[in-house]
């Protein structure tokens, strides 16, 4: 049975087909538009990004100036899921600075959109200061809607996004907004924001240890997610559940979700990594191109050479033109070191992902500390001279941390509740003296 989110899809392509008969622009951009939305709700990023760079370029073309605004946040929203974070900072901005500077249809919808994007962003980096700043941008934008229907449902959805912001910082205020987007809607239907609302209350209640007020509220985003098809918190949901699960006992329902989270978790992130090298392809097509228009601009300069030698009345004036040529040349060479610069850091990236450490962390090896240290050598030192009766098992803890892991990979890779894995961090903040101002992972990112 196809889900409503494969129905909404087959019904896109009869639109695209009808589009494309009727030779209507406007319309196919339309088709583009909703196709990038489609596969980013699947989490399929890859496709998402390139459909959206589609748009962009065919939305240019055509001078349709709501769908480049919209594009540049959809390519903006997807580089942040592909975690090409500096990337998708400078796309996000760029389409703020594009919609502050333009007017057309929706635009406060599309800055408030915009604004939550640059929200997940910072989110995603662990600016969650920044993330709440960003995210209470978007009500304002949403109030000044005049379709009374229309600003109910994207308050609803604002506040839902504020409440996830604040999963990071406050429990009882994430609670609150997402009770609040609950209750702003007449009828809870299968939406996106409706199932972040319950992940989001089922989340809650997890790290408050109500385990059976978090199952509720999970099994009811499973149900309308159901009919969504919203990839990225499928992930999330089962993550949840089986956590809740296995502090509840239920080694039955425990082994069941944790089995779809892992299936799940395993196609996200295969998407993550054929995205990025889509990405990364497309930077060194750009740099290609750069190097043969540079090698057609030096046959122009041995050609010109060539004529001036034929010409001595023309000498002086064949020599400025070369020196002018040879300083274009030198601009381009300058700006092709740039972008391999670029592209190395890119692919330097992508290799430190599947390096031998991260990989040895993921699978939770023994010889994870040991080849730690190799790369690390002073680490273990540093720590002990700031406390030296922490134990080995929390310095190999902080490893994990100095890796950059999220609380959710390190619960995953060592197979303990994300819950336990916070209670860590706080130890560590205690027994390191990490002052309350100063992030745990900027801290031990320094030693």
Known sequence: MKSEMER???????????????????????????????????????????????????????????????????????????????????????????????????????????YQFQSDLYTHILKHDVAVIYVKKTIPEYEKI????????????????????????DLDSAAHYFKKSLAIQD???????????????????????????AVMYLKKAEELNEKVQDGFYMTSIYELLQDSYNNLGNEKEYEKYKLRYLENLKIENEE????????????????????????????????????????????FYTLRKISKKKKEKSIIELQLVEKEKKIENLENKIS????????????????????????????????????PKISISEIQFCALLKLNFSSKDIANYTFTSIRTVQNKKYRIRNKLNIPKEVDTYVFINNL
């Open 187 to 213: 009828k809870i239907e299968a939406k996106n924001i409706n199932v972040a609302n319950y992940t989001g209350l089922g989340e809650v209640y997890n790290r408050k240890k109500d385990h059976q007020k």
């Open 272 to 315: 993550k990594l054929s995205g990025v090298k889509t990405f990364v392809d497309e930077v060194k097509a750009q740099s290609e191109e750069a190097i043969k228009e540079n090698r057609n601009k030096t046959f122009l300069i041995i050609i010109i050479g060539m004529v001036a030698l034929s010409f001595l009345i023309f000498i």
């Open 8 to 114: 909404g899809f087959q019904e896109l392509k009869t639109l695209e087909k009808t589009a494309v008969l009727q030779q209507n622009a406007d319309a196919q951009l339309e088709v583009l538009n909703n196709k990038a939305f489609y596969y980013f709700t699947k989490a399929e990023y890859n496709k998402a990004y390139k459909i959206a760079k589609e748009l962009e370029e065919k939305a240019i073309a055509a001078n349709n100036i709501r769908l480049i605004a919209i594009s540049k946040n959809r390519l903006g929203v997807t580089l942040n899921f592909l975690q090409v974070h500096d990337e998708s900072e400078k796309k996000l901005k760029e389409a703020e600075q594009f919609i502050d500077d333009n007017e057309f249809p929706d635009k406060n919808l599309i800055r408030a959109n915009n």
């Open 352 to 387: 430190d992902l599947h390096s031998e450490v991260i990989e040895l962390a993921q699978q939770n090896s023994p010889q994870f500390y040991p080849r730690f240290l190799d790369l690390y050598p002073e680490f273990e030192k540093n720590i002990l001279e700031i406390n």
């Open 146 to 169: 005049k379709n009374l229907e229309e600003r109910k449902n994207q308050l609803a959805k604002g506040n839902g996004n504020i409440g996830l912001k604040f999963l990071s910082v």
